[in-house]
């Protein structure tokens, strides 16, 4: 796989280093000359140049890449990077970095991304879900379809505790994927009882906030408010 970084700061670095680890090809793009650190990543081609300009992009052959990174610090540069690579080159997919939770709403296929990438927004989830109890947060989600992953450990005063997974009637469009009890994995059979402490993974169809809510009262026994990663924009995949 051929992949073009546009920004070669300590993210596109890192990103370079694990694809070039996996045998892809990596080009990494930046306009600063200060970011040209060649020596940390020498395995990849690098390009000074700005990637917002269509001929830095036709020279880093991205009309013949794979996929299009948008690494940069700055959400403009990473819109325009995604809009270019998308409309102008036909580039299969495109990955774009989100800094600040905020522009979210633009980073859609309207703007030629395929995955926006929210650290804050991929951090905050990971904090609920290591100290939430009974609360509802959604891990990610899946752009193509829209569905995402949500978790919830369940509290001992759930409904569902000492329940078997085929007696819980769960919401349309949702599905129970895995179970996860004393940091080990299970496959959720229509046998499997329902434990205090149980962490539950659960893929949950493009809803509206009103089903999660009701996702939430079938596995917490009262509603609660939705985090905000419930509600807001779409989080970033890992």
């Keep these: 796989m051929r ?3 546009a920004g070669a700061g300590s993210v596109g670095r890192s990103i370079a280093r694990e694809l070039l680890g996996h045998g892809h090809q990596v ?3 930046d306009r600063q000359p200060a970011a040209m650190r060649i020596a940390s990543v020498a395995e990849a081609e690098w390009l000074l140049a700005d990637a917002c300009e269509p001929s830095a992009l036709e ?6 890449c794979d996929v299009v990174v948008a690494a ?3 959400d403009k540069v990473n819109l325009v990077v995604s809009l270019l690579s998308k409309t102008e080159f036909g580039v299969p997919r495109v990955v774009a970095r989100v800094n600040n939770p905020k522009n979210e709403w633009m980073f859609d296929g309207a703007w030629g991304v395929d995955v926006p990438v929210s650290t804050p927004r991929i951090m905050t989830s990971l904090v609920e879900e290591a100290v939430s109890v009974g609360d509802l947060v959604r891990i990610f989600r899946f752009h193509q379809s829209g569905a995402s992953m949500h978790e919830l450990t369940l509290p001992p005063s759930s409904p569902v505790v000492g329940r078997r997974v085929g007696e819980v009637t769960w919401p349309a469009g949702t599905a129970l994927a895995a179970i996860i009890r004393e940091a080990r994995p299970i496959a959720p059979s229509q046998d499997d009882t329902l434990e205090a402490g149980d962490e539950l993974l659960i893929v949950v169809s493009a809803g509206t906030e009103a089903e999660l809510r009701t996702l939430q009262e079938l596995l917490a026994g009262a509603p609660a408010p939705m985090s905000p990663t419930e509600s807001g924009p779409t989080a970033a995949r890992p």
């Design 72 to 74: 940069t610090g700055d």
């Design 27 to 29: 080009t990494l793009i």
């Design 3 to 5: 992949v073009v970084i």
């Design 59 to 64: 020279e880093a052959s991205v009309d013949q």
